[in-house]
């Protein structure tokens, strides 16, 4: 890679500004915010923990919900900083404020190995507004070194993540960034064939761009979930009152002809569950196979895969060597319609190829599947990776010092 990474820095010693991503989702019980997911903790350890061996007094800043540029109790950061203090078995001092005298006197008293995490930056309207002015600011808590290793916010171009290294001497790419962009940059690149693509999710609109880009590089792209509505619509498929995006019918059919001019193989479920209702204890019943005659009636919707699309689908991962899963078949949070989500992750952990799931949902799939830890790379960002398989620049990267 030519950015700088965390270990061409030398940091003994010196206040290191990092910026992580702690949007952990959380929920409130008996009166108190508890995280119910510390995953994006948990992958900022390595550089955490590397930063406190090398002597280094580690300054960590991050966004929290959308308290639109004001300060908002529950989006204090406060209790990510008491899990932080837990995961790391060592005191991390909070900051009250991200800027200004507060914040430069916690950081002041820091001793070599000592952790500080500053209040929420998007307290401040100046960080989505990229300000010139608040960057200066978030730089001059620190002492000119500056770490980015919030990959799931690299694609925003804000204060903390991008305006900041104009006001720092170094700007280095942290191991999980560094993680991140190996796996979904660069082993992406030039992946082992056959290279499957799994595609789900709500909107063909959210992902034309990366299924286009898929397409210079797949063997075969597997569509599924909502977006594969429109793609059955588009081919005279009644699909009921499932979700279609009927003003990219015309959409559909042309990345189907580009399917066929690249020889990419793009298949699409042959059949389905209905259901009458999206709710738990819903009456569901199977499409059989998926024709103009045999589709999903008036009244009722698409909310998985189907037992033949399952087989399909396993078939064709069994025999990939690079596999790529980003977004869910069905509605999987509701057990009746998670049968299509658990059998492509059982798939994946049983599969003798590189996995890499790009984030968002298919990340939380793969948890609540218990197969985490059977998949190569999972990704902390869900944006921010469908960007990067896109071919964008993300803010976040570009804006780091380049190696010499």
Not at 38 to 48: A, F, G, K, W, Y
Not at 85 to 101: A, E, K
Not at 235 to 248: A, F, L, N, P, Y
């Amino acid at each position: 890679m030519s950015k700088l990474s965390l270990r061409d820095l030398d940091v003994r010693g010196k206040r290191v500004l990092v910026r992580v991503d702690f949007n952990v989702p959380t929920e409130t019980r008996d009166g108190k915010i508890v995280i119910t997911d510390d995953n994006r903790i948990r992958e900022s350890l390595p550089t955490i923990n590397y930063l406190r061996e090398q002597g280094a007094k580690t300054i960590l800043m991050a966004h929290f919900g959308r308290p639109n540029g004001t300060p908002v109790e529950k989006y204090s950061l406060r209790p990510v900083g008491l899990a932080l203090h837990d995961l790391i078995g060592h005191p991390v001092v909070f900051s009250h404020d991200c800027i200004g005298v507060d914040a430069e006197a916690v950081v002041t008293h820091l001793h070599d190995g000592d952790v500080a995490l500053l209040e929420n930056v998007r307290f401040y309207p100046g960080e989505e507004a990229n300000d010139p002015t608040f960057a200066e600011a978030l730089a001059k808590v620190g002492e000119g070194i500056y770490v980015n290793d919030a990959f799931g916010a690299a694609h925003r171009a804000h204060a903390s993540t991008a305006g900041i290294t104009k006001f720092s001497r170094q700007s280095a790419m942290g191991f999980l960034m560094e993680k991140e962009l190996k796996y979904l940059q660069e082993e992406l690149a030039h992946p082992a064939k056959p290279f499957l693509v799994i595609l789900g999710g709500g909107k063909v609109s959210d992902k034309i761009g990366v299924i286009k880009a898929l397409m210079e590089k797949a063997d075969t792209i597997l569509i599924c979930g909502a977006m594969a509505n429109t793609f059955l619509e588009a081919e005279g498929v009644h699909m009921g009152s499932s979700r279609v995006e009927r003003d990219k019918l015309s959409l559909a059919r042309e990345l189907m002809e580009l399917a066929k001019q690249k020889n990419v193989r793009l298949l699409l479920p042959i059949d389905l569950l209905g259901a009458e209702e999206i709710k738990p204890g819903a009456a569901t019943r199977h499409s059989g196979r998926i024709s103009h005659d045999y589709n999903i009636p008036d009244g009722w919707q698409a909310v998985d895969i189907g037992p033949l699309t399952i087989a399909l689908f396993r078939s064709e991962i069994a025999r990939a060597k690079t596999i790529l899963w980003n977004g869910p078949p069905g509605i999987f949070e509701i057990q009746e319609f998670s049968a299509g989500t658990e059998a492509i992750a059982e798939a994946l952990a049983e599969a003798g190829a590189t996995t890499i799931i790009g984030g968002g949902d298919s990340v939380t799939a793969v948890k609540q599947a218990g197969l985490a830890d059977k998949m190569t790379f999972i990704s902390t960002g869900g944006g921010a990776s469908l960007e990067l398989i896109e071919g964008k620049e993300l803010p976040g990267v570009a804006a780091l010092t380049e190696k010499e």
